[in-house]
């Protein structure tokens, strides 16, 4: 462990000397390059067979450092559940914790590659890499991107766009490098985390001004449970979004298997989300996960969501289905997201 530490720090040691040749080449200050946001949400829970709980869900801090040169620094740490409340514990902060979400590097090779060093989100899908509240609709996360794989790693990846006609091949290639023996709370951990994912932008080449984004994406991963006989699995997933008019639809499907080819889980969701007027947006959702060793759950949602500011998000919703499942319980849920 002394030795992984030693290599770690080393490696930001010489990771910032770079940056200080880079800020040389450039002839700017490297304290410019700095920038400091972050976010936050707050939500309001009313479950069919639990206590009612207003809780408030975290407070992220991002750092950045970008001065237009072939590297770059990301950062985000985050305090989890600084604060909760419900009538039988009252207020309390029980459930906090300090959680280091991503810290990476990347180094642009040239204008179709380039390398990511460090802790980030695995790139499987859209949720997953686009989770943070004030970027997504719901203040429910589909089932099937938090059971069926890791959610994040430490390594390396390989990403970048190839451009075609109208069109870009999207690609990401990650490995795992240093392995994380912390576990936070309830969470999974894995290891041997490899895999990739390959899109394909503006499938449908629309031209109409009012057309958005059309994206298809193929995703592929091993990785095991880092536990004592755990077995190997293997995960293929699509996902896709889709814009038009006022209409946005995104869904994801997985399925996976071990290594001997049993069955190890599968699930996904359809969602859309639809403009209504003065930026309230009518969502709903379908969803469902299949698990072996734990009841199957069926969810649907139905939500209204408000753009306060393109930065603030007020959400409302009601789920419904079967199974119980601590990360979308049934009944009723409203929150508050905000990026600063």
């Given amino acids: 462990m002394a030795n992984i530490l030693l290599r770690c720090v080393l490696s930001v040691i010489s990771l910032c000397l770079l940056c200080k040749s880079l800020m040389a080449e450039e ?5 410019q390059g700095f920038r400091v946001g972050g976010y936050s949400s707050i939500d ?29 620094f990301f950062s985000e740490l985050e305090l989890e559940n600084p604060l909760s409340y419900n009538r039988h514990q009252g207020l309390h902060s029980k ?12 180094y642009n090779l040239n204008a179709k590659t380039n390398v990511r060093a460090g802790r980030f989100l695995t790139p499987i899908g859209r949720w997953n890499q686009l989770h943070a509240p004030p970027l997504v609709w719901t203040t429910s996360r589909p089932l099937a991107t938090t059971e069926l794989f890791p959610y994040a790693l430490n390594g390396l990846m390989v990403f970048g ?13 990650y490995a795992e490098g240093v392995k994380s023996d912390r576990k936070e709370r309830d969470e999974t951990t894995y290891r041997d985390v490899n895999g990739g994912r390959l899109a394909i932008n503006n499938l449908f080449n629309f031209t109409s001004e009012n057309a958005g984004l059309n994206t298809i994406g193929l995703n ?43 069955d190890a889980g599968s699930g996904g969701y359809l969602q859309s989300a639809y403009l209504l007027k003065d930026e ?8 469902n996960l299949h698990m072996p060793d734990r009841p199957n759950a069926e969810r649907w949602m139905i939500g209204l969501t408000k753009r306060l500011k393109p930065n603030q998000l007020l959400k409302f919703e009601m789920v419904g289905g079967s199974g119980e499942y601590e990360d979308v319980p049934r009944g009723f849920a409203t929150s508050f997201a905000v990026m600063f």
């Avoid at 002839?27 to 304290?31: E, K, L, Q």
């Avoid at 766009?161 to 290639?173: A, D, H, K, T, V």
Wanted: glycine share 4%; hydrophobic share 35%; charged share 25%.
């Fill in 44 to 72: 309001l829970r009313i479950p069919r067979t639990e206590t009612t709980q207003l809780k408030w869900n975290e407070l992220s801090m991002i750092v950045t450092w970008d001065q237009g040169t072939r590297l770059k």
């Fill in 280 to 287: 309230w947006y009518l969502i709903n959702r379908l969803e």
């Fill in 95 to 106: 459930e906090s914790y300090i959680h280091f979400e991503r810290f990476y590097f990347d």
């Fill in 220 to 262: 592929v991963s091993s990785f095991q449970e880092r536990f004592t006989g755990s077995p190997s699995y293997r995960l293929i997933g699509l996902d896709f979004l889709l814009e038009f008019d006022r209409w946005e639809i995104t869904g994801e499907v997985y399925s996976r298997n071990t290594a001997q080819g049993k």
């Fill in 161 to 173: 766009n190839i451009p075609f006609e109208s069109r870009s091949l999207e690609y990401q290639l």
């Fill in 27 to 31: 002839d700017a200050s490297f304290w």
